[in-house]
């Protein structure tokens, strides 16, 4: 004979399931729990309101809305509130997109960009790529990929909805000075060296001139080690170190790098409201040991390059040619969200040796960092007046 539960019991279990029901209703409805209620299950009263009012939206608005895009726009809206153009929300679409770009069997297009307010500015097009053969033109903006506009996008999410498969078409609008028009461009596999190396000539004396592209993990200082060593052998005198258009990566990368040229010290100090202060020194021997180094630099320089750059200069290791930096002072962190999207939001600012942040005021961009020798290359001739003038700067140090 089976033993029977008390009717108390029974009860019980029939509503257990009935109470979790509830409260995970009111837990999405704090407009009908009582305040102290509210306070442990919701949070805090602005923590209510904010759901309270996306509850009414969702409810009573004249059609209806999809409750994942009504959040995706409320998180949006409040980092766009930040006035911070290095910050944004990616959805989980974007996030997804963006992590994707990251594989190995994504291609592109061909170009290096930087980030603007408007979408992606081109800096760099690429020799045989399929932006060079679409007709895409250094200073150009992608204001859209795929129908869909860049603006308010950090960096990394907008360049990858310019990525994709190899073959496969994306249509990018495109806006030069006042004129506005479309490219449908296939993507290809672009292989592009981090790091490029090779012989100059300055004044009669033999040199390297060493271009960084990026600063990405392990590949920076990996490469930019064995282009030294390279250099060394072949029994160059000086180094040209050309960041044009080097929009940065990881600061840890841009502490490898300089400690090349710096034998010790301070590269980088970083401070943030919830990030620990720290400050990332030189490491290891300099591998480029004394020899006299200039440094490239344009607009495209930016961030982690402009770590590098600013900390060579502050220490006198080398001298600045060029024309003023990007003038990013600040660093982001991505962040993932429990509905598969992330916050690319900013962390941080850092400083270099000296003290100086490159930002403005806030996250506003700033002046950058001003070159010793200032030089320009005009891209209407084959010539590289940049190169040259950096390389005079540098027979004059040897």
Known sequence: MSARLPSSKVVLVLLLPCMLVLGIWLGGHPRYLISPVADVLVGPEERRITLEALDTVYDRYYRSVDRGKLSDAAIAG???????????????EDYSTFEQSLNNEFSGVGTAVRGVETGLLVVTVYPDSPARKAGLREGDIVTQAGGRNLAGLPEGAATARIKGREGTIV???IRRGERTFRRQIERARISVPVVSSKLADADG?????IALSTFGPRTAHVEMTAAIRRAKQRNAKGIVLDLRGNGGGLVTEAQLVASMFIAEGPIVTTRGRAVKERTLSAV??????KLPTVVLVDRGTASASEIVAGALQDTKRAKLVGVPTF????FQEILPLANGGALDITVGQYFLPSGRNLGGAGTN???????DVQARDDPDTERDEALDRALAVLADEL
């Not at 961009?365 to 070159?371: A, D, E, H, N, T």
């Open 171 to 173: 249509t990018l609008t």
């Open 365 to 371: 961009q700033g002046q950058g960092l001003k070159p």
């Open 284 to 289: 290891g021997q300099p591998i480029a040991g």
């Open 205 to 209: 004396t033999r040199v390297a001139h």
């Open 327 to 330: 003038g990013k002072g600040v």
């Open 78 to 92: 409040a980092v766009q509130d930040l006035d911070d153009r290095f910050s944004a929300y990616l959805s989980p």
